[in-house]
């Protein structure tokens, strides 16, 4: 039976523009079918996401789902596309798409349906769906610049890439609960950047190697494939003196490779520790420890809460699921310390599921 959304009640849709969709009528099987595509990806390309999203409560899971198979979108597409101007035009539509959803006509695409019925009842139950907006047009804006593998400049430019992606991914999900406090998103922001910079570490070994020709669905060739790019800071490899050349000849047992991974590995270990202890203090009632970097930035403007209120005790109850992405991110740290600091031998971890089920039993990280 098709039915639109909330229309089990029988109510006609607000006069509000998110909740007009005027290219067509979406029901509960376009819903359904979206809902499973965006899992469906999640579970064959970005399964630390899927076994989170699994975790979380069933209300919840839309906006996670939609969100994460968005960012997987923007991810991958470097390497579908042929040159950077076909990419830009990629890069466009998914900017379209998201003004378009958010103005209440969604493009037949199952990410933007999936969206569009999470900011519906977002804005139905009172919440701010410009906030997931913004955010989704930084990632955006950030994929885009760093479309082309350019190198990062120093490690504190890496840092300021995984703020604006993986950070920046994780308060799109707290505005979809919605949460609006500003230890929660300081918490976000360390965890964030520490899988941005794990991020970093695990594409090593794909990036070092270059990549086969792009093929037209007809098996014909239509580009070239991607050249091996190294994403560590410029400044840790002229501090270890590793070479970018030597990686490519020798991979892992080039000179000073593993002590740049080290360096790279460690900066990402001490937002993890930072995330940790902010944690247990805000959870005992104490100040975090430190203030927040991002605190009076566009959407970092907060009421006042003391770390031991009410409010910020649930504020962390309710948003804990978002910051289980720094399980994973631990996990293949602790991985990665076991190999020597050897990305190109680090394996996937059957212990991940059990410990994304503690950190929730235990609410620690």
């Known amino acids: 039976m098709y039915r639109a959304f909330r229309a089990r009640r029988g109510l006609r849709w607000p006069r509000d523009?998110?909740?007009?969709?005027?290219?067509?009528?979406?029901?509960?099987?376009?819903?359904?079918?979206?809902?499973?595509?965006?899992?469906?990806?999640?579970?064959?390309?970005?399964?630390?996401?899927?076994?989170?999203?699994?975790?979380l409560p069933k209300p919840r899971q839309d906006a996670y789902d939609a969100l994460r198979a968005f960012n997987l979108e923007l991810v991958r597409l470097p390497e579908l596309v042929?040159?950077?101007?076909?990419?830009?035009?990629?890069?466009?539509?998914?900017?379209?798409?998201?003004?378009?959803?958010?103005?209440g006509k969604p493009p037949k695409e199952p990410i933007m349906i999936l969206l569009y019925k999470v900011v519906s009842e977002l804005a139905e139950n009172g919440g701010t769906p410009s906030s997931i907006k913004f955010w989704l047009?930084?990632?955006?804006?950030?994929?885009?610049?760093?479309?082309?593998?350019?190198?990062?400049t120093s490690l504190s430019a890496l840092e300021e890439y995984a703020e604006n992606t993986y950070s920046t991914l994780m308060y799109s999900n707290l505005a979809a609960i919605p949460i609006q406090s500003m230890h929660v998103d300081h918490l976000a922001s360390h965890i964030g950047k520490a899988c941005g910079?794990?991020?970093?570490?695990?594409?090593?070994?794909?990036?070092?190697?270059?990549?086969?020709?792009?093929?037209?669905p007809h098996g014909a060739s239509v580009g070239s494939g991607r050249n091996p790019v190294l994403l560590l800071p410029l400044?840790?490899?002229?501090?270890?003196?590793?070479?970018?050349?030597?990686?490519?000849?020798?991979?892992?047992?080039?000179?000073?490779?593993?002590?740049?991974?080290f360096k790279v590995a460690t900066r990402a270990h001490d937002h993890l520790i930072?995330?940790?202890?902010?944690?247990?203090?805000?959870?005992?009632?104490?100040?975090?420890?430190?203030?927040y970097e991002h605190h009076g930035e566009e959407q970092h403007e907060y009421p006042s809460a003391s770390p031991?209120?009410?409010?910020?005790?649930?504020?962390?109850?309710?948003?804990?699921?978002?910051?289980?992405?720094?399980?994973?991110?631990?996990?293949?740290?602790?991985?990665?310390?076991?190999?020597?600091?050897?990305?190109?031998?680090?394996?996937?971890s059957w212990k991940l599921p059990?410990?994304?089920w503690r950190a929730i039993k235990t609410q620690q990280i």
């Not at 042929?82 to 103005?103: H, K, L």
């Not at 805000?282 to 203030?291: D, F, I, M, Q, T």
């Open 137 to 152: 047009q930084r990632l955006i804006n950030t994929r885009e610049k760093y479309m082309d593998n350019r190198p990062f």
């Open 354 to 356: 059990w410990r994304l």
């Open 197 to 216: 910079i794990v991020a970093v570490l695990r594409g090593i070994p794909f990036l070092v190697a270059p990549s086969p020709p792009v093929k037209s």
């Open 82 to 103: 042929s040159n950077p101007t076909i990419g830009q035009m990629r890069m466009q539509f998914w900017r379209d798409a998201v003004n378009n959803t958010f103005a």
């Open 17 to 55: 523009p998110l909740r007009s969709c005027r290219r067509g009528y979406l029901t509960d099987a376009d819903v359904e079918k979206a809902r499973q595509y965006c899992v469906a990806q999640l579970r064959q390309s970005d399964y630390n996401s899927y076994l989170i999203r699994n975790l």
């Open 308 to 348: 031991g209120d009410d409010d910020t005790k649930r504020d962390l109850r309710r948003g804990f699921g978002v910051l289980l992405e720094g399980v994973p991110a631990g996990d293949y740290l602790a991985r990665l310390e076991a190999q020597n600091f050897d990305p190109f031998t680090v394996k996937s």
């Open 274 to 291: 930072t995330a940790r202890e902010m944690l247990k203090n805000l959870h005992a009632g104490e100040s975090p420890g430190h203030e």
């Open 235 to 261: 400044d840790v490899m002229a501090e270890t003196g590793l070479r970018e050349e030597d990686v490519y000849r020798h991979g892992p047992r080039a000179e000073g490779f593993q002590d740049a991974v």
